[in-house]
């Protein structure tokens, strides 16, 4: 069974972080990735721009489609990075989901993990449109 794992962070804490900041951050994760990358049940980790890089497109009535700058919904924390974990249930989902960086930084960054089973999952060709 495969999950989504949706880490989101504390936008006013990050914007307050200082280079030397960012140093200690990276000092953190390192080993935490290690050890999720090593878990063997991680198939895909995505980092994401900031959210002022988005786009956002939303369906109105009679097929119109709205582009619009930003992300779907403003939050407090957003939503930064993924990953998909490979599990035989919610439980051991959680327990690999422990492994990354983002459940160690509640001293400077706070934020979360939302885990999501996933109920179908197709891959597609690359360059096809």
Known sequence: MQ???????????????QPEDFKKLGEICAPH?????????VSLIGSLA???????????????????????????EPFGAFFIVE?????????IARLHPGTHLGDMMAGGIEIRPIESLERCARGTT
Request: positive net charge; proline residues 5%.
């Open 3 to 17: 999950f989504l794992c949706a880490c989101y962070y504390d936008a006013d804490a990050f914007a307050k972080l």
């Open 87 to 95: 599990a035989e249930n919610m439980d051991e989902a959680v327990r």
């Open 50 to 76: 900031l959210p002022n890089a988005f786009r956002t497109l939303r369906a109105k009535k009679n097929g119109a489609v709205t582009d619009e700058p930003g992300p779907y919904e403003q939050t407090k």
């Open 33 to 41: 990735d290690a050890r999720l990358k090593a878990s063997g049940k």
